[in-house]
């Protein structure tokens, strides 16, 4: 921000005297001389009245004074925040946040950062991950939490947890006992197989939910007969608890929502499926060091939460 001509004027009439003023520029008195006829042109009227030596502000020169102090204090305060900014103590970090995730998230990410970064205004907006990607697009977020389903060529994707995609059905399903452990599954492993006459409770597609699983469904050579669509995770969840269904689920779902009867909980599929449960911004963005210690936060909340 060059406040040049200000700072001249200010500091004329501080001294008021030229000889004086130009040593405390660092200018020589012809170049400032000078320089002020040129400003006094360009306004039409004098700023100053020369009184032997003495430079005395005239009516303007006073009406142009006070404005041109408060624009240099507004200089000031300017750079010493672009050197808040540049250094990280005082910025802006605005993330969009899915719905489902977001009474979780939003709580404890906010606390966590705050002690860190006090003057960092950090900000949410919750949405399902259409409505976020166009925030992103229009520059109203600087992040995009999601879960990652089919990446876009013009983002950079951070994966900060690892979401295990779990089967639920009624606890007292009779098919319940041919559960077996097996390696690299998250819960006890059931054949799909043996659910292909039920009723498959299932997001609609679209949603991210939906496909994991038809991931799922697809590996381990399932064709549901019959399905009911709902977007709602948790109703979902809680219909398969009280036997109308069966239903699929993440594993960090599951851990707020409460049950009359909790159900059943497998692994399904040929492997574990897991949800990519993401950061994404744009390519060409510079991450300021307190975005990357925001999405190191994330990744010790998710596992902290995973943990319990």
Request: charge should be neutral; include cysteine; hydrophobic fraction near 40%.
């Amino acid at each position: 921000m060059n406040l040049k001509e200000q700072q001249y004027i200010v500091t004329l009439a501080n001294y008021g005297n030229m000889t004086q003023a130009a040593k405390k520029l660092g200018v020589t008195q012809p170049a400032l001389s000078s320089y002020l006829s040129s400003v006094e042109n360009g306004l039409g009227f004098p700023l100053f009245e020369r009184t032997g030596r003495r430079l005395i502000p005239t009516y303007l020169g006073e009406v142009y004074l006070e404005k041109a102090r408060k624009i240099l204090a507004l200089g000031e305060e300017f750079q010493q925040q672009v050197g808040q900014v540049i250094s990280g103590y005082q910025g802006r970090l605005r993330v969009g946040v899915p719905l489902r995730r977001a009474p979780q998230l939003i709580p404890s990410a906010l606390k966590v950062f705050r002690r860190s970064y006090p003057n960092i205004d950090l900000s949410f907006q919750e949405g399902n991950q259409g409505a976020l990607r166009k925030l992103l697009d229009q520059d109203q977020l600087d992040l995009m939490l999601c879960n990652l389903v089919e990446p876009q060529s013009d983002l950079t994707y951070l994966t900060v947890y690892r979401d295990p995609v779990v089967f639920l059905v009624q606890n007292e399903h009779p098919c319940a006992r041919y559960a077996q452990y097996r390696d690299g599954f998250s819960r006890p492993w059931i054949d799909l197989k043996q659910f292909e006459s039920e009723v498959f409770i299932l997001q609609h597609e679209g949603q991210s939910l939906r496909h994991y699983a038809n991931q799922v469904l697809e590996s381990g050579g399932v064709q549901p007969i019959r399905t009911l669509l709902i977007r709602n995770i948790e109703a979902s969840a809680q219909m398969a608890s009280m036997g109308l269904g069966v239903a699929f689920c993440l594993e960090s779902y599951l851990q707020h929502m409460h049950f009359i009867n909790p159900p059943q909980i497998f692994s399904v599929g040929e492997r574990q499926q897991y949800a990519e449960f993401s950061v994404a911004y744009y390519k060409e963005r510079q991450l300021p060091d307190y975005t990357l210690h925001f999405i190191q936060f994330l990744k010790e909340l998710l596992e902290f939460g995973s943990s319990r």
